[in-house]
């Protein structure tokens, strides 16, 4: 059986991992779709993508420093609670700077961020069963053959 813990190195790679290929297929998309510039909506990604891994960062300690889950289950209801409130807090930041920087209402931002949502949503499905599969079939081997120490 693979080990289950995962070393901060690998957690690093894993969420570079995910925002590098993200950002390599949302910009062209980003930009076809919305009729601008690559760079444009690249330089928009890159600024989100720094911003919701800052965010995930904070939102997550305030999050199991306030509901331990020593102290409360993380069923479906406080899991989807979870998550909105990560997207809802993000979604503060990210609809003003993409209206800023796309020189768009905050209506249109809104319906891009929601069109991001949408793509992000089955991405992260996506590239997660991945890596869970290259990680049994090549990491975990390789982690499991190191002698401990």
């Not at 889950?69 to 990210?94: D, K, N, P, Q, Y």
Request: glycine share 4%.
């Amino acid at each position: 059986m693979p080990p289950q813990t995962k070393s901060l190195t690998e957690r690093i790679l894993h969420a570079v991992g995910f925002e590098a290929l993200l950002l390599s297929l949302s910009a062209p998309l980003g930009a076809w779709l919305l009729d601008r510039s690559t760079t444009q909506v690249g330089l928009l990604s890159l600024i989100i993508s720094l911003t919701a891994m800052l965010w995930n960062v904070i939102y997550n300690a305030a999050f199991d420093r306030l509901w331990p889950a020593t102290r409360i289950a993380r069923t479906v209801r406080v899991r989807a609670l979870h998550a909105s409130g990560f997207e809802g807090g993000l979604a503060l930041v990210c609809i003003p700077l993409t209206a800023l920087m796309l020189h768009m209402s905050l209506i249109e931002a809104f319906m891009v961020e929601a069109g991001l949502v949408l793509f992000i949503l089955p991405y992260t499905m996506a590239y997660n069963w991945l890596y869970d599969v290259v990680r049994e079939r090549w990491i975990a081997p390789r982690l499991a053959a190191r002698p401990r120490a």
